[in-house]
C-alpha cells in the first residue's frame, strides 16, 4: 500500500482526500514537482526544491515548508515507500475555498507528495530511438511555470499518442521550444544547442545537467534558439525530463533523422548521463566534472 503526504502527515494512499473546494480542483490552481530517485537517493533535489520555489512565487504563494523540512519530509517518503528508484511528484495547491476567482485569504494551501516506482527506460531506446511529430504551441505565455494546469499539454501529447509517436515538439511563430512534456536539443553541424530559457519553455532540471555535463566534458554546446527549419535539417534531435532522462527521436513526422539511429552525440551524452546517476547512487549528489 502506497503511503503519501498530506498536509503535514503521512497515510495511506487509499486514506488521502482534499476538499472538493480546493482550488487545485476547481480552477488548477497550483503548482507541481517532479523528482526522480536512485537508489533511494533524491536527484538534483536542491535544484528541484528552486525551481518549485520559483513557480510558487510566480502565482504569489507562499512556499509552505523551508527546504531542509522539504528535504525531511521527501526523504521519509521515499524510506516509507520501499527506497531504490521512484518519482516524486509534489503538488501545492492555494488551498480550499468558495468559488472566486480572487485570491482568498487566509486559507491554508494544500500540500501533497508521492512517490511511485520509477519506469525504465525502453528497452530499444539506444537502437531504435523513438518517434516525435511537430505541432503548433496553443498554451498560454506562462510556460516557465510548473503549473498543474496542463490540458494544453494534454492534448498536444495524445495528438503524438494518436499517430503513434512518443511527443509533440511545440512550434511557436516559427520557433520551437521544447516538447508537450519534455525540453528540447539538437545536434547541428557537430554543436549541441538547445532553447535558452524564457517565457515559453519550463526551465528542465534535466537539460540543465546535460549543459553542466557538456561543458565538463568538452562537448561543443550553446544556448540559441532553434527555428522549425534548423529541426527538420538537425544531425540528432533529443528530448529531456527528469523521468524520460534524454530520448533520442530518430523519426520526425515520419521522416529519419540522420541516419534514422541515435547518433554519437547521444551516444556520449548518455553514457555521461549513466555515470553521473551511477554516483548518485553510491555517493549522493556530486559535481558534473
Known amino acids: 500500500m502506497a503511503i ?5 502527515k503521512f497515510l495511506p494512499i487509499e486514506q488521502a482526500s482534499v476538499s472538493v473546494m480546493d482550488r487545485g480542483f476547481i480552477f488548477g490552481d497550483g503548482v507541481y514537482e517532479v523528482i526522480p530517485v536512485y537508489g ?28 531542509e523540512q522539504w528535504r525531511r519530509c521527501l526523504q521519509e ?10 518519482s516524486v511528484y509534489v503538488q501545492i495547491t492555494r488551498g480550499a475555498a468558495p468559488r472566486d476567482h480572487a485570491f482568498p485569504k487566509d486559507v491554508q494551501p494544500t500540500v501533497y507528495a508521492a512517490s511511485s516506482p520509477l519506469k525504465p527506460l525502453p528497452a530499444d531506446l539506444a537502437e531504435q530511438g523513438v518517434a516525435a511529430i511537430t505541432v503548433e504551441d496553443i498554451r498560454w505565455q506562462r510556460c516557465d511555470i510548473k503549473a498543474i494546469t496542463l490540458l494544453a499539454n494534454i492534448l498536444l501529447r495524445q495528438r503524438a499518442i494518436d499517430q503513434g509517436a512518443a511527443e509533440a515538439i511545440l512550434v511557436r511563430d516559427g520557433a520551437v521550444n521544447e516538447g508537450a512534456a519534455s525540453n528540447l536539443f539538437i545536434v547541428k553541424g557537430g554543436v549541441l544547442v538547445t532553447p535558452p530559457k524564457g517565457p515559453y519553455l519550463l526551465p528542465g532540471i534535466t537539460r540543465d545537467l546535460i549543459l553542466e555535463l557538456a561543458a ?13 527549419a534548423d529541426l527538420n535539417a538537425a544531425e540528432e534531435v533529443w528530448l529531456t525530463s527528469s523521468t524520460r532522462e534524454i530520448l533520442p527521436v530518430t523519426r520526425l513526422d515520419q521522416r529519419a533523422v540522420g541516419n534514422g539511429r541515435p547518433g554519437p552525440v547521444w551516444r556520449r551524452m548518455m553514457s555521461l548521463y549513466q555515470e553521473y546517476k551511477q554516483g548518485v547512487r553510491e555517493r549522493g549528489e556530486t559535481p558534473a566534472a
Not at 4 to 8: A, D, I, P, Q, S
Open 77 to 86: 517518503l521515499v524510506a516509507q515507500n520501499g527506497g531504490g528508484d521512484q
Open 4 to 8: 503519501v503526504y498530506l498536509n503535514g
Open 40 to 67: 533511494g537517493r533524491l536527484f538534483r533535489l536542491e535544484q528541484h526544491l528552486e525551481r518549485l520555489a520559483r513557480s510558487l512565487a510566480e502565482i504569489r504563494l507562499a512556499n509552505p515548508l523551508p527546504a
Open 216 to 228: 565538463a566534458h568538452g562537448i561543443a554546446h550553446r544556448e540559441a534558439a532553434i527555428s522549425l
